[in-house]
């Protein structure tokens, strides 16, 4: 993707690829590890082989850009990458409504409501969630959010119904256009106090607290062209990242990564509906295993504007998958 139209080596770049055993028992030294593509490009900076597992998924991030302000000579380059071996978690469904309401010029609010469920016919309840927060808009684009969460984890097989998670949050987010395309960066970080099994048997419960960190990067464009008394249709593609900061938590910083793709429906009016498909690797400090799972979401976003005088100071507001 050229970020740049006058200078053609600014791009950022994404590759992935995954490596799966779908059956039988595979010897360990042919099980999927990194550097070994076509290329052997994956795993940078990791040695040959140094991931291996049954399932493989690796992923990565460059951004190359010129180092000199008129000249293409020398150019330099940041990387992200992703590799994981992990096993496959049952698929999860998720189904958000979001709302945002502004009520001043610089000020407005927003809340959503989260439900995750492993089955649809039957339901098979994973998670509620719900979250609030006060927004703060600048001139420059920058929006600033803090706010609150509530998540409660179902635990079918203990007699603990739900697992209590409690969440205070503060986030930057920036939105930019690049051509017709737009382009979102949000930081959050979280305080979490959270309840947890302490052995197999899942009869007792501590609670504990963690930070974490997370940064998504959102891009979103048209697929239709429609003028406004029409339904518009939009891609989405994003890619979250989450990291702790105490190895206390888990066996290792890394908690999870969502990469997300799919198609935002805006009809006429104040509402839209994101329909995507999710990729997440997360860690699981207790089993200390690392699953994939594939998750389906549906997301109903709603923008209200209960300012007096309306003004349009800042763009349209842009759904962001959260």
Partial sequence: MNLDKTRPRNVLAFWTYGWFVNSGTSPYLALPAIGWD???????????????GE?????????????????????????????????????????????????DDRWSFGFDINYRTTGLIPLNS???????????????????????AWFGTFASEADQIWLHEDRAYQQVQYNHKKGNINVVHHLRIEQRWRQQFTNEDLDETISTFTNRYRYLIQFDGPITNYPDN?????????????????????????????????VLISPPGKMSVAVLYQLIVQQQPFLRETFLINSFRITLFQTLDFRKKKKNIMEKEIPVID
């Fill in 230 to 262: 029409k339904t518009g249709f939009r891609w989405q593609l994003a890619n979250e990242f989450f990291i702790h900061n105490k190895e206390e938590v888990g066996y290792m910083l890394f908690d999870q990564n969502r990469t997300l793709a799919g």
């Fill in 126 to 148: 994973s998670l509620t969630a719900g979250r609030v927060g006060l927004n703060y808009h600048t001139k420059t684009g920058f929006r600033i959010t803090g706010g609150y």
């Fill in 55 to 103: 399932d493989l998924v690796f992923a990565e991030t460059e951004w190359r850009f010129p180092l000199q302000k008129s000249k293409d000579k020398w150019g330099g380059v940041l990387f992200l990458s992703l590799p994981s071996q992990a096993q496959f978690a049952k698929p999860k469904y998720w189904f958000t409504y979001n709302h945002t309401g502004r009520f």
């Fill in 38 to 52: 076509m290329f052997a490009r994956s795993g940078r900076p990791y040695t040959q082989g140094r991931i291996r």
